[in-house]
């Protein structure tokens, strides 16, 4: 976009940078610096107003986008001479209908089956792939999708937790938008694009109608062709929590703001599998069943979104040994009322997981202007009195990071609930 000063007698706004200062603060930016630009509206001739720092200006060649007036925009400068050239670095968020976001969750959220059989099955193929009934070019598929999964001591660094939860199937939408737009990311490390891709070897080795001609879109996403077969009824939940979640989650197909859960491990099905038909189509069911389910959370962040707020839901699945311990998370930013100041923000992140030896677990942390506050939920009491003991190491290690530390606190019993009843996807009338 090529940007210059509004032209005397221009109708404005008035712009918050006085005329005598504004080639001063022209001056000031560098070719590269990356500025937040503010939608005022259009110009003549359909050009776009934009308030940059406090200095109004005109692009006199905007892409051809929906963009509103009072949009934040991310740009870039490219040039200073012989006229001031920026690069939008993202387009204009779209409107998001709540009714497609609603419409996409019916469609998939019968399509989902949870990840711990799927983990089983991958674990397995790390120790026993070549004594499995599954083609040959699947097993370096499954090979690079359990080197992809982020180790439990790697996730100790910061950088190395953001990246995890960045591949972790939700975002792979956003990060191929980021890289058409030129910045460095490795879409093809998501977790959801290597299910996809793995999804499409072994729809090639099941036996059926023959695949749809190149050049169709559903061809691009063989996985996305025809919904998995009907999954077999899960087994009885080993603990009252799990019954009662299965129960809402029978009630409200999960909503559009799934509470997190401790999914316990599940036996590798591959282990009794004899025939490789039989195998390659119970690994597809998994593989699809779990793309689904990534897809659901983005469909959850959606819905959130078109509310206003910011959430993220997701599942880490974490390597330990030669097993697999899998995290349930959601981050949102809990309500406030509209004109409260920036440090009233609060955020929450809760956290659901079952390691061995624990237990299901729930985990609420709560952060407002530097101050955490952490409560966790068990169901066995020695796990209870295993974390409670532990409480002051945790907060020590909190104030070592620089934040204030609240109430930190173990209970035995359900954790609370939400405070989100979703709206049914379904609608009934008599």
Known sequence: ???????????????????????????????????????????????????IQGALLEAARPPNLPFRPGERLPVQILAREPQLELRL????????????????????????????????????ARREGENLPLPREVLPLLQDLWLSLASRDALSQPQRLAQAMRASGPFLEAALAASLQGEAVRPGADLRGQLLRLAAVLQRHLPGPAPMPSGTPASDYPALRSPPATPPPPPAPANPWAANGAAAHAQHHDGVRGTPAAQPPA????????????????????????????HSHALHALHAQAEGRPLWAMELPIRHGAGVDLFDLRIEEETRQHDAPAHARRWSVR?????????????????????????FWTERSETARLFNHWLDTLGSRLRQAGLNVGALE?????????????????????
């Open 1 to 51: 976009m090529d940007l210059k000063p509004l032209q005397a007698g221009t109708a404005r706004p008035a712009p918050t940078v006085a005329a005598r200062d504004l080639p001063a603060l022209l001056e000031s930016w560098r070719v590269g610096d990356i500025l937040q630009a503010t939608v005022v509206g259009r110009g003549e001739r359909g050009s776009l107003l934009l308030n």
């Open 89 to 124: 670095l993202a387009p204009p968020a779209q409107a998001i209908d709540p009714a497609r976001v609603q419409q996409a969750l019916r469609e998939t959220l019968p399509r989902q089956l949870p990840l711990p059989p799927l983990l089983a099955n991958l674990a397995l």
């Open 267 to 294: 036996p590798p099905s591959l282990a009794n599998a004899a025939r490789p038909e039989a195998a390659v189509a119970d690994l597809l069911r998994q593989v699809e069943g779990a793309i689904a389910r990534a």
């Open 351 to 375: 956290l659901a997981f079952e390691l061995e030896g624990l237990g299901p677990v729930t985990a609420i942390i709560s952060l407002q202007n530097e101050a955490v506050a952490t409560r």
């Open 410 to 430: 173990c209970r035995c019993g359900p954790p609370p609930d939400d405070g989100g009843e979703p709206p049914p996807l379904l609608r009934e009338e008599a």
